[in-house]
């Protein structure tokens, strides 16, 4: 059984940046595709960021490319969201998720190719 638990997550105002953490346990890192989403008060759960086993292969939501960054270090099993230039429209709960086994050259956008998620993180950004 894989446990994703996500940690980083507060209130910020806009402009700023947070680094949201996922470590992974039950499974070797090594073969899992990862990704984070978000779901904001109303709103369905959206793709933000993925990472394929190959760490090159990467794709970015268009509302959050050039601002977010997200990185894995399969030695520390963890996964990791660089947010800078925080925006209000970014508050939301954020999740990390993984695709197992994951593929090496393809990141999936959507929810259903991933099989377990974390508890999820509050992220709030004020103006």
């Known amino acids: 059984q894989v446990q994703l638990v996500e940690s980083g997550g507060g209130l910020v105002q806009a402009g700023a940046s947070l680094r949201l953490s996922c470590s992974a346990s039950g499974r070797s890192f090594y073969y899992l595709g990862m990704a984070w989403f978000r779901q904001g008060l109303g709103k369905a759960r959206e793709f933000v960021a993925g990472i394929a086993r190959r760490h090159e292969v990467i794709q970015y939501s268009d509302s959050v490319k050039g601002r977010f960054t997200i990185t894995r270090d399969d030695g520390k099993n963890t996964l990791y969201l660089q947010m800078n230039s925080l925006k209000p429209a970014d508050t939301a709960v954020y999740y990390c998720?993984?695709?197992?086994?994951?593929?090496?050259?393809?990141?999936?956008?959507?929810?259903?190719?991933?099989?377990?998620w974390g508890q999820g993180n509050q992220v709030t950004v004020s103006t």
């Open positions: 998720a993984e695709d197992d086994p994951g593929n090496m050259w393809y990141v999936p956008l959507s929810a259903s190719p991933y099989d377990y």
